[in-house]
């Protein structure tokens, strides 16, 4: 009777133990994770205290981000002066994919490396590219799933002038 | 004696629980499609050899279409 016992504790256990959990992405109103805690590779800016920031997880075999990237680099010429930070999160496996493609994509915005896709894992972004436009309080405001040309650039400015204000 | 058939349910229901761990799937996250994005895992990537192929199956087995493979490609947008 004690093994059968043990035999289901143990099948139970490794059964929820396989079972891949559950994604828990970032909703609106959740505090962004602080950047520092990541291991990000880059130039990852030391305080965003104040500030509207636009954190962006791409990877270079990903089209779409691609097509962002000159409207990504027009907002932050564009609102930069008014306290608008972008982020570009890269998550190529391989750092020469991720140079290659940014030899092409010359930008004004930061980009920064998460080798160990530990902080995208953390987000749980729903497709490629996924972003997130966080307020001054350095909550998640807004949330981006895909990016759907100039639709989304219009989404994205009028989102940055409310949070801007 | 009652409890036999308890056991037997939780036997049972261990089992099923551990199924879905050993059936060796594997969620493929939108971050980590890059092999599969890769141009080389295009089934069309010669639009050349798709036409005669598409002509093939068409005329020797009155096929056509169909191809698509669920969870390929970048998975982008």
Known sequence: MQSNKLICLVGLALGLALVPGAQAALKTGDAFPA???????????????????IVDFWASWCGPCGESFPAM????????????????????????????????????????RDAKQSLVEVAGIGTMPGSFVLGRDGKVAFAHNGYHGS??????????????K | MKTRPLIRLALLLSLLATLPGVTGCQNVKPW???????YTM?????????????????????????KGVGGGGCGCN
């Open chain 1, 35 to 53: 950047l520092a805690d990541f291991h990000l590779t880059g130039p990852v800016p030391a305080d965003l205290a104040g500030k509207v920031v």
């Open chain 1, 73 to 112: 680099d027009e907002l932050q010429k564009k609102f930069g002066a008014q306290g608008l930070v972008i982020i570009a999160v890269n998550e190529d496996e391989n750092k020469s994919d991720m140079d290659d493609f940014l030899k092409t994509h010359t930008v004004s915005f930061t980009v920064v």
């Open chain 1, 151 to 164: 639709e989304t650039k219009k989404q994205y400015e009028q989102e940055i002038l409310s949070l801007l």
């Open chain 2, 32 to 38: 980590q499609r890059g092999t599969l994005a890769d």
């Open chain 2, 42 to 66: 295009k089934q069309d990537r010669d639009p050349t050899s798709e036409a005669l192929n598409e002509h093939i199956w068409f005329s020797r087995e009155t096929a056509a279409g169909g």
